[in-house]
């Protein structure tokens, strides 16, 4: 696993104690002696108006077929978590070299860095 991958992983609910199966971005190597990655969340949800930190992942274009997302997502930059490399549960596909660059844009600007 390495950044710009996409897998299905197991994602801790926000507002309450649990995971959900969801797609996530890859956004580090494994960090520390206990192989963790630092992941986004990616949702099918649109929401009616998105905030600077997010990205639409549109399938039907052809720079996101490799990412081998079914339908139109979201990736929402402000949703990150950290989680064990074990809850990534299974490989989806890459987003290209131009939307990790976006990426990187979009959490510099978010981080204020």
């Known amino acids: 696993m390495s950044p710009g991958k996409i897998y299905l992983a197991q994602f801790p609910f926000g507002d309450a104690p649990g995971m959900k199966l969801r797609p996530v971005l890859v956004l580090t190597g494994p960090v520390g002696p206990m ?3 630092l992941v986004a969340y990616i949702s099918s949800v649109i929401p009616t108006q998105t ?4 990205l639409l992942l549109d399938p039907s274009e052809t720079q996101f077929r490799a990412t081998n997302l079914k339908v ?3 990736l929402r930059l402000h949703k ?3 989680i064990h490399t074990s809850s990534l549960v299974r490989y989806l596909g890459d987003v290209d070299q131009e939307t990790l660059h976006s990426v ?3 959490l510099r600007d978010l981080l204020n860095l």
């Open 35 to 37: 192989p963790e990655v």
């Open 51 to 54: 905030i600077p930190s997010d």
């Open 72 to 74: 139109k997502s979201v």
């Open 80 to 82: 990150l978590a950290t």
């Open 104 to 106: 990187s844009t979009k």
